[in-house]
């Protein structure tokens, strides 16, 4: 979420500019000192209004999102699950960690008493059991707020957004196109 100052006289813009991503989807929104009075400050505090009830609006979404899509530090694909080793090198363990009624909470199995493979699969099991609802949940929440993304069920997008999927036509005919190539 980011508020900037856009100050280009030239095209006679002159506001802020509010922009934001849901599921990566991006969006803008300029909020003009013209069509606030002429006044920077409240075009800037409409801006920051705007703002902050878009991020209370999709609190949940980011949360989840956080929480659950892998990340490029995610070395094995499963956010929430990583293996430590005490400092010496004495022992090692997995740990699988989640929130529970805004708790935040963790289970670790150790490599020495369980080994590796076992450690291992246990944190990821003990993970997906702890967060499994939180899937459906996000899923759900991405088809109110995105319904055009790609994952999105079709009877959650609109008629129009089924329209746009058809293929486009061009703009020349074939013939004039292929008349072109040959000049």
């Known amino acids: 979420m980011r508020v900037s100052r856009i100050d280009n006289p030239a095209k006679r ?3 802020w500019l509010v922009r934001y991503s849901v599921a990566g989807k991006h969006t803008r929104k300029f909020f003009s000192d013209l069509a606030h009075g002429g006044s920077s400050a409240k075009a800037k505090a409409a801006a ?15 949360s989840l999102r956080t929480r659950l899509l892998p990340r490029r530090n995610t070395p094995h694909g499963v956010p929430g699950v990583a293996r430590y080793v005490r400092p010496g090198g004495t022992s090692a363990f997995w740990t699988a960690y989640w ?3 805004g708790v935040r909470r963790q289970k670790k199995y150790s490599v020495a008493q369980l080994g590796e493979n076992e450690a291992r699969e246990l944190a990821f099991a003990t993970r997906a059991e702890m967060t499994a609802g939180n899937e459906e949940r996000l899923e759900e929440l991405l088809d109110i707020h995105v319904p ?3 994952g999105a069920t079709k009877r959650q997008r609109g008629a129009a957004d089924l329209r746009e999927e058809a293929p486009k036509r061009r703009s020349r005919p074939a013939e004039t196109i292929q008349e072109r190539r040959r000049a």
């Not at 920051?48 to 980011?62: G, K, S, V």
Request: glycine share 4%.
């Open 13 to 15: 813009m002159l506001g």
């Open 48 to 62: 920051d209004a705007f703002a902050l009830a878009h991020l209370l609006e999709h609190q949940e979404i980011r």
């Open 148 to 150: 055009e993304r790609k």
């Open 99 to 101: 929130t529970q009624e």
